[in-house]
């Protein structure tokens, strides 16, 4: 495993996990919000807006890890590239 690998796995289970994290933050302010005897519709529209929050945050982590993989995936092939034109060059 290559250290942009280890990289790349560590950032998409820190995601995961930040994910799962506020997945439970949210659910227990939705029991607190019931318990305490609140309007039920407003607070079904505040756990709405923080689960659309949520998945768009999702979205761009997404988008991040892509763009990621991308950039990583093209480094090594033009390492990959530029070794084999110095070889190249060297048998010369």
Known sequence: MSKYEFILSLSAILCG?????????????????????????????????ENDAAAEKLKAMEERIRVLEKIITDREANLRDEFRDLENSDDR
């Open 17 to 49: 996990a930040w994910v799962f994290k506020e997945l439970i933050i949210s659910r227990r302010h939705g029991k607190r919000y019931r318990s305490k005897g609140r309007h039920r519709g407003n607070a079904e529209a505040e756990l709405q807006a």
